[in-house]
């Protein structure tokens, strides 16, 4: 079951954040690139979902992410 778009974020969504913001500094720290790092993260974020949810609730939110490119919504320097 999907929470309501208007509910509020699990308790654990701040805490798991944080965990990956170190691992992204951890792995930019061993001079690993931006594309390396990026691409294995959304690897391991396929492979979790993939284990709890439906091949179409992954391609909603896939779609979710490109509409969100698409209008602009993602700041990228220069």
Do not use: F
Not at 18 to 31: P, R, S
Not at 61 to 73: D, F, K, P, T, W
């Amino acid at each position: 079951m999907q929470a309501a778009p208007d509910a509020p974020p699990p308790a654990d969504l701040s805490h798991a954040g944080a965990v990956v913001d170190k691992a992204i500094e951890y792995m930019v720290g061993q001079n690993i690139g931006s594309l390396a790092i990026a691409s294995a993260l959304l690897g391991g974020s396929l492979a979790l979902l993939a284990r709890s949810m439906a091949d179409e609730a992954i391609i909603g939110i896939l779609n979710n992410a490109i509409a969100s490119v698409r209008a602009g919504e993602l700041n990228h320097p220069g």
